[in-house]
T-cell receptor, first 114, second 113 residues
């Protein structure tokens, strides 16, 4: 069964600084990988996804993520954080064959300070 | 275009009661998934329905049930509520099965007292 580990429970960055949120997955086959963002009291919004091809994927709101098969990682990055990026971020893994549901990590809460 | 809509947004129930949560998917999406999100945790998979048939079930007791209607909307039912059922219940729709990205609604916040 697949699993996702997000090692950082809470990260605080200054506005304008760069950001990297870590995600490690465990899955025996080719994974589908996703990053979602959740603002307080809201549902989850898809930031980006990796299915195949280029290992560096671009998403909405200036986010990108890099798939590294050798490290079983799919870290999320943003070069310059805005105060509106403060939210909870979830990494999720699904199966390439499409026969198992998405499994989510426990999330990383991002705080942005002035 | 309307996104995934869920009702009600908030609900307070007493232990032992029954609850029904409703979800309308994005137009054209044929699959609905239900997730439970306990405070401070990631979403946990409960059910997926595709073309009105159950395609998957997570590790939840039989008190949890769901169905999908011909218009692809869905209901999640929980019987004999326990305090531990207090959570945000998220509905997500997708074009097809597990290999399609999920689009989430804003959830129903259930509090069991």
């Amino acid at each position: 069964a697949q699993s996702v580990t997000q090692p950082d429970i809470h990260i605080t960055v200054s506005e304008g600084a760069s950001l990297e949120l870590r995600c490690n997955y465990s899955y025996g086959a080719t994974p589908y990988l996703f990053w979602y963002v959740q603002s307080p009291g809201q549902g989850l919004q898809l930031l980006l996804k990796y299915f195949s091809g280029d290992t560096l994927v671009q998403g909405i709101k200036g986010f990108e993520a890099e798939f590294k098969r050798s490290q079983s990682s799919f870290n999320l990055r943003k070069p310059s954080v805005h105060w509106s990026d403060a939210a909870e971020y979830f990494c999720a893994v699904g199966s390439y064959s499409g026969n198992t549901p998405l499994v989510f990590g426990k999330g990383t809460r991002l705080s942005v300070i002035a | 275009d309307a996104g995934v809509t869920q009702s009600p947004t908030h609900l307070i129930k007493t232990r032992g009661q029954h609850v029904t949560l409703r979800c309308s998917p994005i137009s054209g999406h044929k699959s609905v998934s239900w997730y439970q999100q306990v405070l401070g945790q990631g979403p946990q998979f409960i059910f997926q329905y595709y073309e009105k048939e159950e395609r998957g079930r997570g590790n939840f007791p039989d008190r949890f049930s769901a169905r999908q209607f011909p218009n692809y909307s869905s209901e999640l039912n929980v019987n004999a509520l326990l305090l531990g059922d207090s959570a945000l219940y998220l509905c997500a729709s997708s074009l097809s099965g597990y290999d399609s990205p999920l689009h989430f609604g804003n959830g129903t916040r259930l509090t069991v007292t």
